[in-house]
Nanobody, 122 residues
Framework: QVHLAESGGGLVQAGASLNLSCSGY????????MGWYRQVPGNQREMVAT???????DYADGVRGRFTISRNNAANLVWLQMNSLKPADTAVYYC????????????????WGRGTQVTVPS
């Protein structure tokens, strides 16, 4: 069954760095766009960074210059390098991917990971 699994969250002090990773599993033919979103309880999920299959990336204004998204198409992996973390970055981070697989061939579908907690105390 196709699914995404994140890792790399944790509790760090302000100014520190974390690297989140996300792997795609299952009968995946191709992954189109991938990205990271985050959500704080009571708020809507918001885009942090996205990256196309060709490597074009986009970032939320609040993380541009501090976070870097990258991916490995052959390995179905996406990473989010987070530097200079702030208390405002505290959230559950979710991996997203638009995946073409045997499950829904010939249509690509959106998939989400279960999320990983990032906590930066103030």
């Amino acid at each position: 069954q196709v699914h995404l699994a994140e890792s790399g969250g944790g509790l760090v002090q302000a100014g520190a760095s974390l690297n989140l990773s996300c792997s795609g599993y299952g009968s995946i033919f191709e992954i189109n766009s991938m990205g990271w979103y985050r959500q704080v309880p009571g708020n809507q999920r918001e885009m942090v960074a996205t990256i196309s299959r060709g490597g074009d990336s986009d970032y939320a204004d609040g993380v541009r210059g501090r976070f870097t998204i990258s991916r490995n198409n052959a390995a179905n992996l996406v990473w989010l390098q987070m530097n200079s973390l702030k208390p405002a970055d505290t959230a559950v981070y979710y991996c997203y991917a638009n995946i073409l697989s045997s499950e829904h061939w010939p249509h690509a579908r959106d998939y989400w990971g279960r999320g990983t907690q990032v906590t930066v105390p103030s």
